[in-house]
């Protein structure tokens, strides 16, 4: 098991039970003082009921600042081969030789990121592939609560009446627009820092005081 774990005997059936009944922040709170947890996986395919995560990658934000110290990222045993998706995250079966087992992540994010918000670029994927695996590893799903750069960005465009491209949208295309670095696409943890880049810049051209009920609304 991984070292950090305070509870190794912690029932299963408990973890994601204790996660649902931690207190989230108040719509109300400025969302510079909520945390944050941006994550990014990495997938054989886009069917959480048949594809598998093969690597995540995530790192906390608090007041305004990326908490690299806690960034994350991990290789996942998958039950079949890569496959095809190998073209997409660069992964082959041949780098699954030391990967962690899904539990032992998922246990470490759940107990560590309980009264988080999620943050992810076009979140509704990595959201179901997360409760389905909760689902089906604790026999519970956990209940994520996520905020989508993708569609605040949409907003932020659509508000500004700017006319967008073909793939305007995409991670590499809204870095370019707020002038942040680029990174190597398809890698968990470099995918979630760019992530966490937009999402800063992204507060930034907002209200100061602009609260975490505004950003899930300009999420959805």
């Known amino acids: 098991m991984l070292a950090w774990l305070s509870d190794k005997n912690s029932p ?5 039970q ?17 945390p944050f947890l941006i994550i990014d996986l990495e997938l054989t395919g886009l069917n959480p009921k048949q594809d598998h995560i093969v690597s995540l990658g995530w790192l906390p934000v608090r007041k305004h ?3 690299l110290n806690e960034a994350r990222h ?12 190998a073209v997409i995250h660069g992964l082959h079966d041949k780098d699954f030789q030391q990967a962690h087992d899904l539990t032992e992540v998922l246990t470490e ?3 560590r990121y309980a009264g988080y918000i999620f943050v992810a670029h076009h979140s509704q994927l990595d959201c179901r592939f997360l409760q389905v695996a909760s689902q089906r590893i604790f026999g519970k799903m956990a209940k994520f609560s996520f905020i989508d ?3 605040i960005e949409l907003y932020r465009l659509h508000k500004q009446g700017i006319v967008m491209k073909k793939d305007a949208l995409r991670l590499p295309q809204c870095l370019t627009r707020h002038k942040l670095p680029q990174s190597g696409q398809h890698h968990a943890l470099a995918d979630a820092y760019s992530c966490a880049l937009l999402l800063l810049s992204q507060l930034k051209h907002s209200h100061a005081d602009i609260t975490l009920a505004d950003l899930q609304l300009q999420s959805r």
């Open 18 to 34: 204790t996660f649902n009944q931690k207190t989230l922040p108040p719509g109300s709170v400025r969302a510079a003082d909520c």
């Open 12 to 16: 299963l059936s408990t973890i994601v």
């Open 74 to 85: 991990y290789l996942v045993q998958s039950p079949v081969s890569v496959g095809q998706s």
């Open 149 to 151: 750069t993708l569609n």
């Open 109 to 111: 994010l759940l107990q």
């Open 65 to 67: 600042e990326i908490i």
